[in-house]
């Protein structure tokens, strides 16, 4: 498998300086669409393949995405671009999940996150599991716990090892996702979790490759940003 692990475009909360007003699942901004934008285009025009390789196959065999707001609107322009259906996978959702905590009390309170009409919305034409979104979103949690998250982010990996291994051709798939759970996936396909001293500072649509195989993990590049130009590059 050919894995490439995409961060959300710049969202609503990334630019708060006044964090009580934060908001539990923010939208991008105006920046981060025009993220999103060029990140599609770079896609599809197989810019993140190695040259040899953008005359064979597709730009992706599959795209996988949280259920965040941020990271459907990230994917929507490459669906459109590219005319396929992206993959909810609830699971590669942002450490924490969906909360806010009052600024007084500290007392946090969970939300649900998007229903099956506003992911349709945000994200047209995309698939998810049966049971995971209802009329009453996806998220029935308050905070998730950093070590949770980790743990998740153990369980994305060997998923995803699973799909490479039981795959006849090599597929290229991506996964649009967000700064903190990324860091962690990438740690755990390379073996790195449980640990929590080292980080992956990863830019808003940054783009990192890695190849997955039953002998294990190659990393071609981390981070890549070259689909952005000098005043479209962040990272929040």
């Given at each position: ?45 197989r ?44 699971d590669?959702?942002?450490?924490g ?28 034409g ?7 979104i ?9 905070k998730?716990?950093p ?90």
């Amino acid at each position: 498998m050919d894995l490439f692990l995409i961060r959300h475009g710049e969202s609503a909360n990334n630019i708060l300086t006044d964090l009580s007003k934060r908001v539990a699942d923010p939208d991008l901004t105006p920046l981060g669409r025009q993220q999103a934008e060029q990140l599609s285009h770079y896609l599809i025009d197989r810019r993140h393949l190695y040259p040899h390789e953008r005359d064979q196959g597709k730009p992706l065999d599959r795209l996988f995405t949280s259920a965040m707001k941020r990271s459907l609107q990230t994917s929507a322009p490459t669906c459109s671009r590219g005319d396929f259906s992206a993959d909810v996978w609830i699971d590669v959702h942002e450490v924490g999940g969906l909360f806010l905590a009052d600024p007084v009390t500290g007392v946090v309170e969970g939300h649900s996150g998007v229903t099956p009409a506003e992911l349709e919305r945000q994200l047209p034409g995309a698939r998810f599991a049966e049971g995971d979104i209802d009329d009453e979103g996806w998220w029935n949690q308050g905070k998730e716990m950093p070590a949770a998250g980790q743990g998740r982010a153990i369980g994305v990996a060997a998923q995803l090892r699973a799909m490479a291994s039981s795959s006849v051709d090599v597929e290229r798939v991506g996964v649009v996702s967000h700064g903190d759970f990324l860091s962690h996936l990438l740690k755990a396909l390379m073996d790195g979790l449980p640990a929590a001293s080292a980080h992956y500072q990863l830019a808003n649509t940054g783009i990192s490759r890695l190849g997955l195989s039953n002998e294990g993990t190659v990393v071609h590049y981390v981070n890549r940003v070259e689909h952005l130009d000098d005043a479209r590059w962040v990272s929040h």
